[in-house]
């Protein structure tokens, strides 16, 4: 560890974050000279104080112990970069425009690697009323359903949650040609290309 580089990026997220030296060792019930020996790399938060710390600085311990933070390249309106993440513990699902550090119930999450379709688990895609109609005959039970459908165009993604034991039918906003994502509980996630 780089006491120098960690007391950095402390000055300079308490500045962000427009906190003075004192209120920020107030909010952490210490002193604030505590606070200035680590800014000046004379030392570094005791382990105890670390969780705290990174969240009242909004920052993840792996970047607060390293010094540095990752700024993702900019990217701008591009949807294509689009990852998804689901946390194996609860479920939750969280997506991201690009590259990014993503957490959920403690655990750093991985994006998910989308694999493409082949004939037979492809969903069923129909034009109704200007709406995509998607159904599929996939399984939904307890433990093996598809926990989500999503359509990503070059600007826009639409997410519709799934929920085990009802059947797979919904509609999307037909935006335009893209791409649709489902993830499925026991096999991972799926693409196919939308034309019509």
């Known amino acids: 560890m780089d006491n120098e580089k960690i007391g950095r990026l402390i000055f300079s997220l308490r500045k962000e ?9 107030e909010l952490m019930n210490i002193s604030d000279k505590a606070v200035s020996k680590w800014e000046r790399g004379l030392g570094c938060p005791d382990v105890s104080l670390l969780p705290d710390l990174s969240n009242i ?12 933070l990752d700024v993702n390249e900019l990217i701008g309106g591009n949807m294509k970069k689009t990852r998804f993440y689901v946390c194996g513990c609860c479920g939750n699902l969280l997506t991201s425009a690009g590259e990014g550090s993503i957490s959920c119930c403690g655990k750093k ?5 989308a694999k493409k379709a082949e004939e037979g688990e492809r ?14 005959n996939h399984e939904m039970s307890k433990n093996h359903y598809i926990s ?39 096999h991972g996630l799926f693409y196919q290309l939308i034309k019509i």
């Open 17 to 25: 974050k427009n906190l003075t030296q004192k209120q920020l060792a």
């Open 57 to 68: 600085l909004g920052v993840n311990l792996e970047e607060l112990l390293s010094g540095e």
């Open 109 to 113: 999450l991985n994006p998910l690697e």
């Open 123 to 136: 969903l069923s895609v129909e034009v109704i009323d200007n709406e995509y109609f998607i159904s599929s």
């Open 148 to 186: 989500f459908v999503a359509l990503l165009t070059g600007d826009s993604l639409l997410i519709r949650k799934q929920y085990p034991e009802w059947d797979l039918q919904l509609r999307l906003p037909r935006i335009g040609r893209g791409m649709l994502f489902w993830h499925c509980t026991s």
